[in-house]
């Protein structure tokens, strides 16, 4: 069983920055394949961003590219999320997300993901 508590979250000002974390509760975290979603009311679940296991792989929705970065430190179980100029589109639950195929690729499919946290909110006013 993987925990993943995620926390950062809060209240921003377009253009402004949030860091959103993701600790993870089991040391074979630094296995695996992390990955950010959100999900605005009335909207699907949507991919952000994901990294592999090593940290050297990152993929990005474009919605994002440029603006937030994905990075892991696997001595702290932890997986994070910069978001830099952020838009009010950007408002949404996220969550993170663990693939627990060991040294496996990185995945951009929600649904290939095993464990998840329970979000953290994100709003950003216009």
């Known amino acids: 069983q993987v925990q993943l508590i995620e926390s950062g979250g809060g209240l921003v000002q377009a253009g402004g920055s949030l860091r959103l974390s993701c600790a993870a509760s089991?040391?074979?975290?630094?296995?695996?394949?992390m990955g950010w979603f959100r999900q605005a009311p009335g909207k699907e679940r949507e991919f952000v961003a994901a990294?592999?296991?090593?940290?050297?792989?990152?993929y990005y929705a474009d919605s994002v590219k440029g603006r937030f970065t994905i990075s892991r430190d696997n001595a702290k179980n932890t997986v994070y999320l910069q978001m830099n100029s952020l838009e009010p589109e950007d408002t949404a639950v996220y969550y993170c997300?663990?693939?627990?195929?060991?040294?496996?690729?990185?995945?951009?499919?929600?649904?290939?993901?095993?464990?998840w946290g329970q979000g953290t909110q994100v709003t950003v006013s216009s």
């Open positions: 990294i592999s296991w090593s940290g050297s792989s990152t």
């Open positions: 997300g663990a693939d627990t195929l060991r040294w496996g690729p990185v995945k951009t499919e929600g649904d290939e993901y095993d464990y």
């Open positions: 089991v040391r074979a975290f630094r296995s695996y394949a």
